[in-house]
Nanobody, 117 residues
Framework: VQLVESGGGMVQSGGSLRLSCTAS????????MGWYRQVPGKQRELVAV???????HLVDAVKGRFTISRDNAKNTVHLQMNSLKPEDTAVYYC????????????WGQGTQVTVSS
């Protein structure tokens, strides 16, 4: 299973970025896809997740600013980030939960998002 991310970069406060992640390989049992983020010295934290069944969850810190969406036919997940703040600066990781052959998560390589004030 491979996860390829794109869309990170640097933007000023109040700006927007769109992250994308495509899963390939043995990905015919995706339960959920989403995004985590991590800053140096802190634990990786959930940002947003969307289950294949359609339910979505975004953490309070990004509600109203970020939107998660999926294209199930293309095994792709997007994270539209608007009204970015300096505290959104982090490495963003794509995350996929597969059910087969074993229930386990897979991670992308990470993409840097930097928001300047």
């Amino acid at each position: 299973v491979q996860l390829v991310e794109s869309g990170g970069g640097m933007v000023q406060s109040g700006g927007s970025l769109r992250l994308s992640c495509t899963a390939s390989g043995a990905v015919n049992s995706i339960e959920a896809m989403g995004w985590y983020r991590q800053v140096p010295g802190k634990q990786r934290e959930l940002v947003a997740v969307e289950r294949t069944a359609g339910t979505r969850h975004l953490v309070d810190a990004v509600k109203g600013r970020f939107t998660i969406s999926r294209d199930n036919a293309k095994n792709t997940v997007h994270l539209q980030m608007n009204s970015l703040k300096p505290e959104d600066t982090a490495v963003y990781y794509c995350w996929v939960l597969l059910l087969m052959p074993d229930t386990r998560p897979y991670w992308g390589q990470g993409t840097q998002v930097t928001v300047s004030s």
